[in-house]
């Protein structure tokens, strides 16, 4: 067995924004500090998955660091823009983690500091976890 991704690591942080009004002109007003991963309205609700820039990021790997940033950012939208987060039906900090193999337990503290500021913004965080490879694998031979 390969050890590839067989250690537990946080990967990334996507804000997750639901919404039955266009979230287009949210997702421009964040301009170059957000990257899209997706824009769209696949049925009666739009969607957006964004994540934070190479330009606005540094690299973090730090989740409290990028939902901080994150919300400075929402915090900071001209008023159009805002009234349309703040209609949103789900505004989600989306922590994503891959699980491997080691170690035994991995601990994600969110700090005090990054809760309050995903709470003045009425979003949630949500703990995201991809399964290892090994498990997709032994799943599929079932």
């Known amino acids: 067995m390969s050890t590839r991704g067989a250690v537990t690591e946080f990967l990334n942080v996507d804000l997750d924004i639901y919404s039955r009004s266009n979230l287009t002109p949210l997702v421009g007003a964040l301009g170059e500090m957000v990257f899209v991963l997706y824009l769209g309205r696949p049925k009666n609700t739009w969607e957006a998955r964004l994540e934070l820039s190479i330009l606005s990021r540094r690299q973090e790997k730090d989740p409290n660091a990028i939902i901080q940033k ?63 490879e090994f498990w997709l694998r032994s799943e599929k031979r079932r």
């Open 70 to 132: 994150m919300a400075t950012l929402i915090e900071a939208l001209p008023s159009g823009p805002r009234a349309i987060w703040d209609k949103a039906k789900r505004r989600e900090f989306s922590i994503g983690v891959q699980a491997g193999l080691s170690p035994n337990s991995f601990d994600l503290a969110i700090e005090p500091k990054t809760l309050a500021a995903a709470s003045k913004l009425n979003a949630r965080i949500v703990l995201t976890l991809y399964a290892h």
